[in-house]
């Protein structure tokens, strides 16, 4: 998750001087953000923060990336809708998070691996750019508008 942020471009205006990824309800991580907590990306301070279940909005418009954990159906519709326009790329897990307008899901894929879909339209109503490499390497690349809400 933390390497998208090679693969990605924000509107200028809405980085400062720290990238702050966000965990948004349970940590399926442990503890493999300690390493990059405090590390510098093009001279950016890497700030990770873990939110509840009820973090404020305004506190996850603030994260450059936002992992959502386990969260489907109307919540994730709502979370996803009040982030709309913001420039925060969301990573979830499922195929569903990206056909409910999450940018970047996590999907199982054969042989056990893990594999990616990408909601390209997405990411650019929210003034993101996802580059080709990371697109090509996607299971699956929504580029228009997807109207299937899957609850």
């Known amino acids: 998750m933390y390497r ?33 907590d405090g590390s510098t990306i093009d001279g950016r301070t890497v700030k990770v923060v873990y939110f509840g279940r009820y973090a404020d909005k305004e506190d996850l418009r603030n994260c450059q990336l ?33 056909d409910q307008g999450g940018m970047i899901g996590f999907v199982d894929e054969a042989g056990g691996r893990i594999g990616i879909e ?5 990411a650019s109503r929210s003034g993101l ?8 390497i996607a299971g699956r690349v929504i ?3 997807y109207h ?3 609850n």
Request: no cysteine; hydrophobic share 40%; net charge negative.
């Open 118 to 122: 990408i909601n390209v339209h997405a």
């Open 148 to 150: 299937n809400h899957v």
């Open 4 to 36: 998208f942020i090679s693969f990605v471009s924000w509107p200028e205006d809405s980085l400062g001087k720290t990238i702050q990824i966000g965990i948004f309800g349970g940590n399926p991580f442990g503890d493999a953000f300690d390493e990059i």
């Open 129 to 136: 750019t996802i580059r080709s490499m990371l697109r090509r």
């Open 66 to 98: 936002l992992f959502v954990a386990h969260l489907s159906g109307s919540p994730l519709r709502t979370l996803l809708d009040s982030l709309s326009g913001s420039p925060v790329l969301t990573i979830g897990d499922g195929g569903a998070f990206v």
């Open 143 to 145: 580029e228009e508008p």
